[in-house]
């Protein structure tokens, strides 16, 4: 399959379902969708950071210009108290959770086993250690105690290494030790993340940044050992409020869009669906039957990561594009790079636009994954992962970008109008409009900014009339009839 010179990347906010509407990704997605009454935009993104928390310790991809990548994505949610977030995290994760409670249990048993191993190992290194010092203090060399001591020492017994791939509420340093003593491969998920932004692990931004790109990092302690991550997997699934993102962004959101920790971020920010969930009593057989096919999957994957606990440097599959579908890639990456010059989609958002294309790489070998695929990812796996990546990307636009405060309340204010246009009003007091209109519009500077706005776009006309103003809310139609004011 060539593919023809011609723009294939669609327009950030955009999206075609026809791509990706057979795949078990997104018939399991329309389910929890449904069932679970939340977004299907969030969902979607849910599911397949789930498949990166399971994936990401088992697989590696190879770029098209032959780089070794992880395969690891960092998932931020943004919606409301009472929006699902909740329900739909703990639905994704429940066989992680699962297989990780099981092999917890079991952990806890070798565990025990070991510390009465260990107990056994200092009783035989304090009979070697006195018997050399009691042959020492006759003038004795010990040498045979001392090379039965070095043997001993050499057969000290392991701890264990524990099976866990999910944490919740932990610290920077806790985090990092389980990555070099349990397992080399975790994930951050939270349905409640102002305790990452809040707390110890934002400060850490650095690593969680150098550990998504496949790097090394060494993070030194005063008193303790140091810790050393080479070769170990990080991703970060995180659910948060808008207001708490919003202070954020406020106190530190440029130091951390300059760390570049942001900018790897596929983010959504769905509308809200209060109003419009109901219960019926009425259900269908076949209503999880993608969701169950999509949760063994899930189970699979997890337990592939089993063999991390006994030998965590067990080497991890590589995954590669057909030709094609390198080809296809490339293009899209070669798109998105112009996107970032003058007038672009990405001119005002660079760090964003930089990882996006190597964002698409890695969600298109998640659903090669996901669904099972032999061999090369195909190039239908790559447009379908560009749709997913560019509708996002205007959802993080739409976060991390915010047109001015006075240009949101023009829109609000434009929507109250509208509704008030529909029942024929033309003609209103300024201060009426102070009076009703949305609450956040009622601030003298905020609705005189935002009537500047509307005014500019001749959407608005304010005027005088008998030492009264008002607003005429259609001044497209001519001058208004005062004969009634």
Request: charged share 25%; proline share 6%.
């Amino acid at each position: 399959m060539s593919y023809p010179f011609q723009p294939i990347l669609p327009v950030p906010g955009s999206f075609t379902p026809q791509r990706v509407e057979s795949t078990l990704l997104w018939r399991s997605s329309q389910e929890l969708s449904q069932n679970c009454q939340v977004s299907m935009d969030l969902t979607v993104l849910t599911l397949l950071a789930g498949v990166s928390i399971v994936a990401q310790g088992r697989y590696d991809l190879k770029m098209p210009y032959g780089a070794i990548k992880p395969i690891s994505i960092n998932v931020l949610g943004v919606a409301g108290s009472g929006e699902g977030k909740s329900p739909l995290t703990e639905k994704v994760l429940y066989p992680i959770q699962e297989e990780q409670r099981k092999q917890h249990r079991e952990w806890r048993k070798r565990l025990d086993a070991y510390h009465g191993e260990l107990e056994e190992w200092r009783t035989d290194e304090k009979v070697l250690t006195q018997a050399i010092y009691r042959k020492q203090t006759k003038g004795g060399t010990a040498e045979h105690e001392r090379q039965l001591l070095r043997e001993l020492h050499q057969r000290k017994p392991e701890p264990p290494r524990e099976f866990r791939l999910l944490y919740q509420d932990t610290t920077p340093e806790a985090l990092f030790w389980a990555l070099e003593k349990a397992i080399p491969s975790a994930a951050l998920a939270t349905d409640e993340a102002e305790v990452f932004f809040k707390g110890a692990m934002n400060r850490a931004r650095s690593h969680i940044s150098t550990l998504w790109s496949g790097g090394s990092a060494l993070i030194t302690r005063a008193t303790k050992e140091d810790i050393v991550l080479d070769d170990v997997r990080l991703m970060l699934l995180l659910m948060v409020q808008p207001g708490i993102l919003q202070k954020y962004m406020e106190t530190q959101g440029q130091q951390a869009r300059n760390s570049g920790m942001l900018a790897r971020f596929l983010v959504c920010a769905p509308l809200s669906f209060r109003g419009q969930r109901f219960y019926s009593l009425q259900s269908s057989d076949t209503e999880w039957k993608a969701w169950e096919q999509a949760e063994a999957r899930l189970t699979t994957l997890t337990r592939e990561n089993l063999i991390l606990a006994q030998s965590p440097d067990t080497p991890r599959e590589v995954l590669e594009f057909t030709k094609e579908a390198a080809a296809c890639w490339v293009q899209v990456a070669n798109e998105i790079e112009r996107q970032m010059g003058p007038g672009g989609y990405f001119e005002a958002c660079p760090d964003h636009g930089s990882k996006l294309a190597e964002n698409v790489a890695r969600v298109a070998a998640l659903i090669h994954i996901f669904e099972g695929h032999e061999g090369g990812i195909i190039p239908e796996t790559v447009l379908a992962a560009m749709d997913i990546c560019l509708y996002h990307s205007g959802h993080f636009q739409q976060v991390f970008m915010p047109p001015p405060q006075e240009e949101q309340d023009a829109y609000r204010l434009t929507e109250w109008f509208n509704e008030l246009r529909q029942f024929s009003w033309r003609i209103m007091r300024y201060n009426d409009v102070r009076q009703r209109a949305p609450r956040s519009l009622r601030d003298k500077k905020r609705l005189k900014d935002a009537l500047d706005v509307l005014i500019a776009h001749q959407q608005v006309v304010v005027f005088h009339h008998h030492r009264t103003r008002y607003i005429d809310l259609m001044p497209w139609q001519g001058p208004p009839d005062l004969s009634m004011l």
